[in-house]
């Protein structure tokens, strides 16, 4: 059974809990979706480290229940 967007948005924002969050279902299946979390937690780490970030919050899920995640990572525009 696939993830919904709005599981995926829940899970991502218990892990990064000030993350902008934005899901979209690039199908329409169900089964495969673009995310992109803006996150000020993100500053000054390796967009690896952002993406594993990402990947942590979701609790393993990546590749089993939850498809296909394209993932954009960034930070708030305007800090520091």
């Known amino acids: ?3 919904a967007a709005d599981e ?6 218990q892990g990064i809990p000030d993350a902008r969050i934005e ?3 690039l199908a329409g299946d169900g089964d495969h979706y673009a995310a992109r979390v803006e996150s000020e ?8 480290k952002q ?6 919050a ?8 939850l498809h296909a995640l394209q993932l954009t990572t960034a930070v708030p525009a305007g800090g520091e």
Not at 41 to 48: E, H, K, Q, V
């Open 23 to 25: 899901i979209t279902d």
């Open 41 to 48: 937690t993100f500053r000054g780490l390796p967009r690896i």
């Open 51 to 56: 993406h594993q970030a990402v990947y942590a």
């Open 1 to 3: 059974m696939p993830m």
């Open 8 to 13: 995926i948005e829940t899970l991502i924002r």
């Open 58 to 65: 979701l609790g393993g899920r990546m590749g089993g229940v």
